[in-house]
């Protein structure tokens, strides 16, 4: 029997597999396949962060955003000073604000 997959994998998975007595089927994704795949992984963890949340999910996210951040060759600081930015115009996430709706108004000026 053979079970297709089609996902981005941690490095010790195959080891894992083999140990199993399975033979997994793998290749080295190109840099734009990885990149691709990072994004596709990273949803996937966090759908999954959303119906456990627990830690575990939590630190599967962390370890996604961190080899996004390696293959995008961010820095700490380039990280920390975008973050203060969006921070300084737009806020944290603290008062746990809910936006419902924007009502406009119609004032015009003649």
Request: include cysteine; charge should be negative; glycine fraction near 4%.
């Amino acid at each position: 029997m053979t079970i297709k997959y089609g996902k981005l994998i941690r490095d010790n998975i195959p080891d894992i597999i083999k140990s199993q007595g399975k033979i997994p089927v793998t290749k080295v994704l190109s840099d734009d396949e990885y990149k691709h795949f990072l994004g596709k992984k990273l949803l996937e963890e966090v759908h999954e962060y959303l119906e456990d949340n627990c830690i575990e999910e939590f630190c599967d996210i962390l370890e996604v955003m961190d080899a996004i951040k390696k293959n995008m060759n961010f820095t700490n600081a380039e990280i920390k000073s975008a973050q203060s930015a969006k921070t300084l115009k737009n806020g944290r996430f603290e008062k746990k604000l809910f936006l419902e709706e924007v009502v406009e108004t119609n004032t015009t000026i003649c």
